[in-house]
């Protein structure tokens, strides 16, 4: 018995099958599912980052100036914010802070240190925490970090959730950095970045 002749169409397709189970067999399959894994776990990871959004930034920030002035009967004036005594003199290089509306801060603080005093320029071995501020002068709710120690070049950063957790609407948020010793005084002060 004689074999029917093969078409070229035949060959072609038996040509085509092999080469994709070769394909499917091989390492191109395995680099398409990697492919396919990286792709969705990139998507779930970039899900998850836009959830947490920054719902507060703060740039720059102000040390404390421990009087606002000196009445007649030569009495000072202190600095008090949302409730707050200041400290002594106290100069801040630079600080940058986002809540996000989960209530996780992140503060990186560059340059806090003493202004004034035999110890000028140096960070008094101080520890700080931050609290934010939300609401107006007289009903403002604290919302306060850990205390983290200052290098010795006054350089900081703070990285937790603050606590209680704010809401999710702070109004009028002001950002102060203490001394996190006894009494909690305020070191630098900032307020929000305006968009």
Do not use: Y
């Amino acid at each position: 018995m004689r074999a029917r002749p093969v078409s070229q169409t035949e060959k072609e397709n038996g040509v085509n099958k092999n080469c994709c189970a070769k394909f499917l067999n091989g390492r191109a399959s395995t680099t398409i599912a990697f492919g396919l894994l990286l792709a969705f776990v990139l998507s779930v990871a970039g899900m998850s980052s836009a959830q947490e959004s920054t719902a507060l930034k703060f740039r720059g920030a102000i040390g404390v100036i421990p009087v606002t002035g000196v009445a007649a009967n030569g009495i000072a004036t202190l600095n008090v914010v949302r409730a707050v005594n200041p400290a002594g003199p106290w100069r801040i290089a630079d600080l940058s802070a986002d809540v996000n509306s989960e209530g996780r801060i992140r503060v990186k603080g560059r340059g806090l240190l003493l202004a004034a005093g035999n110890g000028i320029g140096t960070n008094a071995g101080a520890s700080v925490f931050a609290t934010l501020f939300c609401g107006d002068a007289k009903t403002a709710t604290a919302h306060s970090s850990n205390p983290v120690a200052l290098d010795a070049d006054g350089d900081f950063r703070i990285d937790e959730v603050l606590s209680p957790v704010p809401p999710t609407s702070c109004d009028t948020p002001v950002l102060l950095i203490r001394n996190g010793g006894s009494g909690g005084v305020w070191f630098a002060a900032s307020t929000p970045e305006l968009k």
